[in-house]
């Protein structure tokens, strides 16, 4: 008798969840996607999807760039979740030229003191 081989799991699809992580009580997700299967990534790198405690990344960037982007996209949950940016008063303007002098300079900062590691990728659809 020839037993069967357990079926293979099936392949990954887009999005894939990378990681979760809490800001207070609510628990964020970070998608992997590209801008051909999620229509949030045509124009930007990343997402935040504010209402659905969700960041989008584009799964086709280089690692050092995808780790700089969630990031600033995390910077934008933070800002969001806690009222920072309501609070300011800022419009989406003002946040993204906030965001976008903190970001960098706040990673070289924690990477310099080995604080930004980032967990493992996971298996992406059509990897081998
Ligand atoms: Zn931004």
């Known amino acids: 008798m020839a037993r069967r ?3 293979a799991p ?3 699809a887009w999005p894939v969840e990378w990681y979760r992580f809490k800001l207070g009580t609510s628990e964020w997700r970070v998608l992997l996607s590209t801008p051909e299967h999620s229509p949030q990534l045509v124009d930007a790198e990343g997402y935040c999807q504010q209402s659905k405690s ?5 799964a086709t960037l280089p690692a050092d760039r995808l780790a700089d982007v969630a990031f600033h996209e995390k910077l934008h949950a933070v800002l969001f979740h806690f009222g920072i940016a309501k609070a300011q008063r800022w419009d989406d303007d ?4 906030f965001i976008s002098h ?4 706040l990673t070289a ?3 310099s003191a080995g604080l930004l590691a980032m967990p493992p990728l996971p298996a992406l659809p059509g990897a081998a």
């Open 54 to 58: 969700t960041i989008w990344l584009d």
């Open 10 to 12: 099936p392949p990954p």
């Open 102 to 105: 903190l970001a960098p300079n």
């Open 5 to 7: 081989k357990a079926p």
């Open 94 to 97: 003002a946040e993204e030229r």
């Open 109 to 111: 900062a924690l990477a």
